[in-house]
């Protein structure tokens, strides 16, 4: 299977501007909890500092309880370890509100973007869902969102906790011997050399995970989706193998993204051993100079501990700072794309129309190809049934499509009512239309569920009454739950002949004035083509309806039928008038599909 071709893979490399840029249109959504994050920095910020007492008193229970001339009563020694574990009473509570309120203000801002995000991708034209793979626009929204999600709380929030614990600790440092917190400090250099010779190149293998996983997952997508049609063909090896490609790809990039997390977390772990060492070892040396005490050395030795851990978080946290700023620039990608039917600034909202429709030299092309629809003009009384009638890929579907703007039109316009239908909201335009396809699209859940599309205030009567009128009564109450049954994802409990009763069924409960069929009985056997043909009979009533007919045999007693090709109206009149046109076009059409005794001679 060929992978399409995906805007969301087209990507100027905008390096750290772009980075930049991505962060502060995250930090956007940060700002309406920034109340909640200034808690859990002050509750973290307490959380760190309290052990610091720990090796203070360790300091002082050497130096001044444990020494030989120690005359310290042993009231202090009780009170002072009484107050260090008040101290940690008050670090379990800062240990709980810091968790808490970072994971509240985490997931808070990840289901804003998301939902901001999905709301954006539901307003895309159809044009961005052709160019792009499901998966893909499934992986942004998931796996990227969730990994930006981590700056919040990994990033900013400890973040700002390590600072202040390093700020503090580095201070108390200098105060306990500052000629060793020279030594101690002489480590902290490289750690930022690290940090800065394997930030980009981290950044980069993360953007190709993320990448590489949207593929992964848009093949996955694709091929499940198609699963009957691979069984069928037995290509059931060959996906396996293209799959397996993808995975070792996937797999040598993450082991490269692996491999420098390695490098990075084996040399701040080396300097990590080093600092201790060198203070060990200048510090044996004041103690040997009698410049330092034993309880000193061991509390500096303490604080030591304290502070590298920190700052070693702060040079990890470059890995995670530099996985989550790819996902914010692959998200916000998705963000930057714009769909290319818009409503005007002065769009107005459309009442119910009585159903005239007409097509003023109407021009189409998709991106990147030929004209679909060449200066076309068509008009459609309020109320007539017009079957089109053509040779694929002639403009039937491409035409009815422009109807209720899926797409725009290249050149002319279309209007409703006399007005052009750009010029009024997308919701109150596609309010006047019912579209009743040729493979219905269902939602898992119940059939309850997906009636009400049609209508989500429509009550169980009326329900039932679309059900009836639809003829698809019957069939849902010989159901185990009637209503309620659950139908599977796409319908796939239910025949093709049920599913398209349920799809008429849905657009009796939406009332539009205006009707679409595109050749909804094609797939369906004798008896169920019946039933459709009877359902779709009563829904035509006092519409105007566009039907794209592949079989004669259904419009025999339409309105009026146009013969489209290449994009042009070749032929237009009833079925009696185009039988007559010896060598036209649906004559052709009706003397292969009609018996010799329904052709007008």
């Known amino acids: 299977m060929v992978a399409p071709s995906s805007d969301l893979l087209k990507r100027p490399d905008g390096g750290t501007a772009s980075s930049r840029k991505s962060l502060k249109r995250f930090l956007s959504y940060v700002r309406p909890y920034r109340g909640v994050l200034a808690a859990a920095v002050a509750f973290g910020i307490v959380r760190y500092l309290v052990p610091l007492a720990l090796p203070w008193t360790l300091k002082v229970l ?71 793979r499901i998966g893909a626009v499934v992986s942004r929204m998931t796996t990227d969102i969730a990994s930006a999600q981590n700056f919040v709380g990994a990033a900013f929030v400890n973040t700002v906790m390590d600072l202040s614990c390093v700020a503090v600790i580095i201070l108390l440092l200098f105060l306990a011997h500052p000629k060793l917190a020279l030594v101690s400090l002489a480590v902290l250099p490289c750690y930022g050399l690290v940090s800065y010779s394997l930030q980009k190149r981290i950044r980069e293998k993360s953007r190709l995970i993320h990448h590489q996983l949207q593929e992964m997952s848009g093949s996955l997508h694709e091929q499940f989706a198609g699963i009957s049609t691979i069984q069928a063909f037995t290509q059931e090896e060959a996906e396996a193998k293209e799959f397996r490609e993808q995975s070792e790809a996937y797999f040598s990039t993450v082991m490269g993204n692996v491999k420098l997390q390695s490098v990075a977390l084996g040399a701040t772990g080396f300097l990590t051993a080093l600092g201790p060492i060198l203070v060990l070892w200048f510090g044996v040396m004041e103690v040997w100079a009698g410049a330092l005490t034993v309880g000193t050395l061991m509390a500096f030795y303490g604080y030591l501990g304290m502070l590298y851990q920190p700052i070693q978080r702060l040079t990890e946290l470059n890995l995670i700072l530099a996985n989550s700023i790819a996902a914010m620039e692959r998200i916000f990608e998705v963000f930057d794309m714009f769909p290319e039917v818009r409503e005007r600034a002065l769009a107005r909202s459309l009442g119910r129309v009585l159903g005239e429709v007409a097509f003023e030299d109407v021009s189409f092309h998709y991106e990147g190809r030929e004209p679909v629809l060449k200066r076309l003009s068509l008009r459609i009384p309020a109320g007539t049934t017009l079957a089109l009638v053509g040779p694929s890929g002639a403009g039937k579907s491409t035409l009815v499509k ?29 309010a006047q239309i019912a579209i009743v396809s040729q493979e219905p699209i269902l939602f898992s859940g119940t059939i309850a569920d997906n009636l009400r599309y049609g209508k989500p205030t429509a009550t169980d009567a009326q329900l039932r009454a679309a059900a009836r009128a639809a003829f698809a009564d019957t069939f849902i109450e010989e159901m185990p739950d009637g209503y309620e049954t659950q139908i599977g994802e796409r319908g796939v409990r239910l025949s093709g002949g049920e599913k398209q009763r349920l799809a008429i069924a849905r657009a009796f409960l939406k009332d539009a004035p205006i009707l679409i069929l595109d050749e909804p009985t094609s797939a369906l056997d004798a008896e169920s083509e019946e039933l459709v043909k009877r359902a779709l009979q009563r829904l035509l009533e006092g519409r105007t309806a566009l039907i794209i007919a592949h079989r004669l045999s259904t419009i025999e007693h339409v309105d009026v039928v146009v013969v489209l090709d290449e994009g042009r109206v070749i032929e237009q009149g009833r079925h009696e008038e185009l039988l007559k046109l010896h060598g036209g076009l649906y004559r052709r059409y009706a003397e292969r599909q009609l018996a010799p005794a329904n052709l007008v001679s």
């Open 402 to 430: 422009l109807l209720p703007r899926f797409y725009d039109v290249t050149s002319g316009r279309i209007t409703m009512d006399g007005i052009d239908i750009r010029d009024v909201t997308l919701k109150s335009l596609r």
């Open 62 to 132: 050497v130096d001044d309880f444990l020494q030989a001339h120690s005359a310290r009563p042993h009231v202090h020694l009780h009170l002072l370890m009484a107050g260090l574990c008040a101290l940690y009473v008050l670090y379990a509570l800062a240990s709980y509100w810091r968790s808490y309120l970072a994971g509240l203000a985490g997931h808070r801002l990840i289901f804003d973007l998301r939902q901001a995000l999905y709301l954006h991708v539901q307003r895309m034209s159809l044009s961005f869902f052709d160019r792009q």
